[in-house]
Nanobody, 126 residues
């Protein structure tokens, strides 16, 4: 069984940066896309970013384009989310997910993603 464990969340001032990590254990996620979602209090979970197995293809939510960068190190079975120029509206619990089907990261399909982490909280103060 695969486990995803997020880390790197915390409290940061607006304009600051954080780097989230998502470490996978259990087996190598060969050919799996990995992605990040976030959920603010009282709101629906939303897509943030996704990266292909090779890292050659990435996609971002419009709200984070130009500020967030997703990457992965397959040798370490780990994905990352570099978050720069953070805003108070970025405050949320950030979740990592993995699935072979990239299409499942979009729309309402993401609830069916194969693997999810338990999340790491990010708070951006103004």
């Amino acid at each position: 069984q695969v486990q995803l464990v997020e880390s790197g969340g915390g409290l940061v001032q607006a304009g600051g940066s954080l780097r989230l990590s998502c470490a996978a254990s259990g087996r190598t996620l060969r050919n799996y896309c990995m992605g990040w979602f976030r959920q603010a209090p009282g709101e629906e979970r939303q897509f943030v970013a996704v990266i292909s197995w090779t890292g050659g293809r990435t996609d971002y939510a419009d709200s984070v384009k130009g500020r967030f960068t997703i990457s992965r190190d397959n040798a370490k079975n780990t994905a990352y989310l570099q978050m720069n120029s953070l805003k108070p509206e970025d405050t949320a619990v950030y979740y990592c997910a993995a699935d072979i089907q990239r299409s499942k990261f979009y729309g309402s399909s993401f609830y069916g993603l194969d693997y999810w982490g338990k999340g790491t909280p990010v708070t951006v103060s103004s």
